[in-house]
């Protein structure tokens, strides 16, 4: 599975982003979740939000539930962070990745996930 993020860039403090995440290699089904995770500069990678890939169900961080709305198009295999009200705390590299057949319980922790993306810089300004 190959994970390609894009869409961040230069947005000012209370502006918008959408990120995408595109999968290739193999079509998403049950037991597939994707999930975004950031890292700011000296800081460590954190869970932002996940998906359930078949339910849809989704789980968000405390920090960006309410602005942020993850999404998914099965029929593009693609997922997406809807990032709203941002702060310039929310500046970092977006990561996205995906796992399959691991119970939910995992969902926001990094390890237990196969496949990542390289990445994509959000920088919000003040």
């Known amino acids: 599975v190959q994970l390609q993020a894009y869409g961040g860039g230069l947005v000012q403090a209370g502006g918008s982003l959408r990120l995408s995440c595109a999968a290739s290699g193999r079509t998403f089904s049950t037991g597939y979740d994707m999930a975004w995770f950031r890292q700011a500069p000296g800081k460590e990678r954190e869970f932002v939000a996940a998906i359930r890939w078949s339910s849809r169900s989704t789980t968000y961080a405390d920090s960006t539930e309410g602005r942020f709305t993850i999404s998914r198009d099965a029929a593009k295999n693609t997922g997406y962070l809807q990032m709203n009200s941002l702060k310039p705390e929310d500046t970092a590299v977006y990561y996205c990745?995906?796992?399959?057949?691991?119970?939910?319980?995992?969902?926001?922790?990094?390890?237990?996930?196969?496949?990542w993306g390289q990445g994509t810089l959000v920088t919000v300004s003040s």
């Open positions: 990745a995906a796992r399959s057949g691991q119970v939910l319980s995992t969902i926001r922790f990094d390890k237990y996930y196969h496949y």
